[in-house]
């Protein structure tokens, strides 16, 4: 089991840039690809953005493309979104999570989950 810590959220305004990380610790030796979701209020958790396990390769969200880029540093069990041009509805938790399912966006295929960490985007 992979245990994750987001951090890195906070209240920004719109336009503005984020940085959101996400600590992986116990049995990272996988090499799992991973990803980030959202959640806003009332909403249903949504795909934002996917990256394998070497980090080579990446997928996003459609409506989300150009906006955020996503990463990780296997050598310190990081990831990371950084997050431009924020937009009100952008404003949600953000949660990291592992997966072995390569190119999916469906929140059942990831496996082991961050607790979240709330973005907050003033207009």
């Known amino acids: 089991q992979v245990q994750l810590v987001e951090s890195g959220g906070g209240l920004v305004q719109a336009g503005g840039s984020l940085r959101l990380s996400c600590a992986a610790s116990g049995r990272t030796g996988g090499t799992y690809a991973m990803g980030w979701f959202r959640q806003a209020p009332g909403k249903e958790r949504e795909f934002v953005a996917g990256i394998s396990g070497s980090g080579q390769n990446t997928y996003y969200a459609d409506s989300l493309k150009g906006r955020f880029t996503i990463s990780r540093d296997n050598a310190k069990n990081m990831m990371y979104l950084q997050m431009n041009s924020l937009e009100s509805e952008d404003t949600a938790v953000y949660y990291c999570?592992?997966?072995?399912?390569?190119?999916?966006?469906?929140?059942?295929?990831?496996?082991?989950w961050g607790q979240g960490t709330q973005v907050t985007v003033s207009s």
């Open positions: 999570a592992t997966t072995w399912v390569w190119g999916t966006h469906q929140a059942a295929d990831f496996d082991s």
